[in-house]
């Protein structure tokens, strides 16, 4: 692992392609592994002991595949370790290069608002999972003028399903949620949920612009840029850009699946840029085409990369 090694971002499926596609704007050079785990979404709806299992297992492979930093870019994910206080640490043990640190996408959120928004009434829309643990409430709720939240547990499947083009499917079901009583005085609403970022403008339009909208997208990028500048992990090399150049147990593996990925991974050397989903997804399949011109590796069955 070094600086040159790529960053891992693991999503129940296509939200986390938000803070890959923000990750590759900011720091152009870095490489990224994505795992989104299409066959188990919506984690928003499976219960603590279900999500810790997907997510350890993912972490361990990412850390196998020596990413130096991993994002676990799903509110629902990073909820059921809060459960009981639960903790990282076996996770993080597996790791034998060192310690490898493990971002979410709550905390920078919570940083963010203590120091911008202290006299705002905060609202928060997030699935059933990531409300039930309190991972807002409890950080936010004597922090701010005010704090409310509302349940969506429907919204993250549409959009995964790929109706997010459905202007009046969304609409409606973003317009009910919004009417909630409990959300009437709210000044700034908190996207709980990395993808809602794909209907960021809607929901905006719904609140006829009189509402602040917040997403972690931007905020978590430029956590990670400033930690790897911290541990002096950055990307600096432009001769990287396009390969990668310090991972030969992915290099290996790619020769394998090159008849099917060809375009993809070989040519002049494997593309920097890996994007995996547990089950066969065409709305994840497309979105990593169109944002990052790559196809999409499909490993049902538990196959490791």
Known sequence: MDRYSPIGILDSGI?????????????????????????????GEKKSDEIKGYVKKILKMLIDKDCKLIIIACN?????FKIGQ????KVESHNKMGYVPILNIVDPMIEHVKK?????????????????????KDLLYNNVLSFS??????LASIIEKGYSHDIK?????????????????????????????????LISDC??????????????????????????????????????????????????????YSKSFMGEGLHKDIFISSRKSDNFANMVKNFFGVKTIVLENGADL
């Open 207 to 260: 609140c006829e612009k009189k509402i602040k909208i917040l997403d972690a997208v931007d905020i978590t990028v430029l956590k990670v840029k400033d930690l790897l500048i911290k541990k002096d992990m950055l990307n600096d090399n432009p001769s990287t850009d396009g390969v990668i150049t310090k991972s030969p147990s992915i290099h290996s593996k790619a020769k394998q699946v090159s008849k099917k």
């Open 76 to 80: 629902s994910a990073y909820s059921a």
């Open 86 to 89: 639960s903790k990282l640490d």
């Open 169 to 201: 499917l969304i609409r409606g079901s973003v317009e009910n949620h919004l009417k909630n009583p409990c959300l009437s005085m709210v000044d700034t609403l908190i996207l709980g949920c990395t993808h809602y970022y794909w209907i960021k403008d």
């Open 116 to 136: 911008h928004c202290k006299n705002s009434n905060i609202g928060v829309i997030a699935t059933e999972r990531t409300i039930k643990s309190g991972i807002y």
């Open 15 to 43: 939200g986390g392609l938000a803070i890959a596609k923000a990750l590759k704007e900011h720091l152009p050079l870095e490489s990224v592994i994505y795992y989104g785990d299409t066959k188990n979404f919506p984690y």
């Open 149 to 154: 939240e509302e349940v969506a547990p429907s």
